[in-house]
């Protein structure tokens, strides 16, 4: 089956500081979203990125489909902005593939 | 107010006991998930359900049942809970072929 790997595993970043996610997959995907869990848990959508670019704020994802990768960038990071970042890509009928997370600690 | 409800949002049982975990929905997705998180395991699937009539076994469905009652309506039945299912789980939903998932605030349940 489709393997997907994020990397880096874990990140510690300065507040104010940029990064970029990785986001890795073994085969086509019908589409890949990007979540974010934070402290509490909580799973929240950031984007739904199939291709192309998108930007919401101090987040943007840019996935190239033909190179199997996803990227998210954070820029002027907050300590709100910790916690786990998935990817999720979709490959169609009922199965989403969830890679391992990148873990995000942002010092203030 | 969320669009995809889960309750409770804590819950610590015994071993033995009979617990249900309840998603309610107001997005008119037809499509309903239950998924499951561990440390270091990620999100496995559970059961999915594509219509009120539709239920089908995901990764992990053993120990675990579903029922439909609505569209916006699907609960996650542990008939007799012990302690490795212990887990944070989320409900999701989503409204086309293409996937996006919605998900729920989660559901912390502790087996003892």
């Known amino acids: 089956g489709i393997q997907v790997e994020q990397s880096p595993p874990d990140l510690i970043l300065q507040e104010g500081a940029n990064s970029t996610l990785r986001c890795n997959f073994s085969d086509s995907v019908n589409n890949l979203q990007w979540f974010h869990q934070n402290p509490w848990g909580q799973l929240i959508n950031l984007f739904y990125i199939p291709s192309g670019t998108k930007q919401n704020g101090r987040l943007s994802a840019t996935t190239v489909a033909t190179e199997r990768y996803s990227l998210l960038y954070i820029s002027s990071s907050q300590t709100t902005d910790s916690g786990v970042y998935f990817c999720a890509v979709w490959t169609g009928g009922f199965k989403t593939i969830f890679g391992a997370g990148t873990r995000l600690f942002v010092k203030a | 107010d969320a669009d995809v409800t889960q309750t409770p949002r804590n819950r610590i049982t015994k071993t033995g006991k009979r617990i249900m975990l309840e998603c309610s929905q107001t997005k008119g997705h037809d499509r309903m998930y239950w998924y499951r998180q561990d440390p270091g395991l990620g999100l496995r699937l559970i059961y999915y359900s594509f219509d009120v009539k539709d239920i089908n076994k995901g990764e992990i469905s053993d120990g675990y049942s579903v029922s439909r009652q609505a569209q916006a309506k699907f609960s996650l039945s542990l008939e007799s809970a012990i302690p490795n299912q212990t887990a944070l789980y989320f409900c999701?939903?989503?409204?086309?072929?293409?996937?996006?998932?919605?998900f729920g605030e989660g559901s912390r349940l502790t087996v003892l």
């Open positions: 999701a939903t989503s409204g086309t072929a293409q996937g996006e998932l919605f």
